[in-house]
């Protein structure tokens, strides 16, 4: 049984920084993917970013890539999502996840914390 709860989220003016946290409880496969996805309002998922838990390496959205970045604190069993340069258009509804079949497609992750809002305003 797997459980992620993510947290850090809040408000930020544009050109902020902020950085979301996943506690990850229970066993996560090795083989599959781990990442954070987020929805805007009226939008579908969106795939931000994730890897394989023992990659050296990780894959992030055009859309992110250069400003975000995935961290992990194994000490603590965390996930990091590190923002820098936010956009107003990065407000959304951040979820991280785990269980992945596919590294960009949320129809393949078995599992989800309940998301945290991150708010950017001009």
């Known amino acids: 049984q797997v459980q992620l709860v993510e947290s850090g989220g809040g408000s930020v003016q544009a050109g902020g920084s902020l950085t979301l946290s996943c506690v990850v409880s229970?066993?996560?496969?090795?083989?599959?993917?781990m990442g954070w996805f987020r929805q805007g309002p009226g939008e579908g998922r969106e795939w931000v970013g994730g890897?394989?838990?023992?990659?050296?390496?990780?894959l992030y959205a055009a859309s992110v890539e250069g400003r975000f970045t995935i961290s992990w604190d194994n000490a603590n069993n965390l996930m990091l999502l590190q923002m820098t340069s936010l956009k107003l258009e990065d407000t959304a509804l951040y979820y991280c996840?785990?269980?992945?079949?596919?590294?960009?497609?949320?129809?393949?992750?078995?599992?989800w914390g309940q998301g945290t809002q991150v708010t950017v305003s001009s």
């Open positions: 229970g066993s996560t496969s090795p083989t599959r993917f």
């Open positions: 996840a785990a269980g992945g079949l596919v590294v960009a497609d949320w129809r393949t992750y078995d599992y």
């Open positions: 890897s394989l838990p023992l990659s050296g390496s990780t």
